[in-house]
């Protein structure tokens, strides 16, 4: 008999809990997870917690971070970074406010 164990990812960057950013100005969230032994690399992606849709054409993700370019007032919300693996899917969540915006 052969026993596998499996754990979930675990975060060695986590976004900063909140940002505070102008309208036209950029913002950098950073995240990263690391595997657990005897599983792949986890998968990181970025979601909006309201579940809106990116704008292709501002928003990146590379390596684990999301930038925004050029803000917009519905750019406000909360965000989700997302660490996946066979295992276990894990979040952290952070805040984005657009100074003006309520």
Request: aromatic share 6%.
């Amino acid at each position: 008999m052969e026993v596998l164990v499996r754990k979930p990812p675990s975060f060695i960057i986590e976004p900063d809990p909140l940002y505070q950013r102008k309208v036209g100005e950029s913002v950098e969230m950073n995240c990263d997870a690391l595997e657990a032994e005897g599983t792949t690399k986890p998968t990181i992606t970025w979601q909006r917690r309201d579940a809106q849709p990116f704008q292709k054409n501002r928003v990146k993700v590379l390596n684990g971070n999301l930038t925004i370019e050029n803000l917009r007032r519905s750019d406000f919300g909360y965000y989700e970074c997302v660490a996946s693996n066979e295992v276990a899917t894990i979040i952290s969540s952070t805040q984005l406010i657009i100074e003006g915006t309520q």
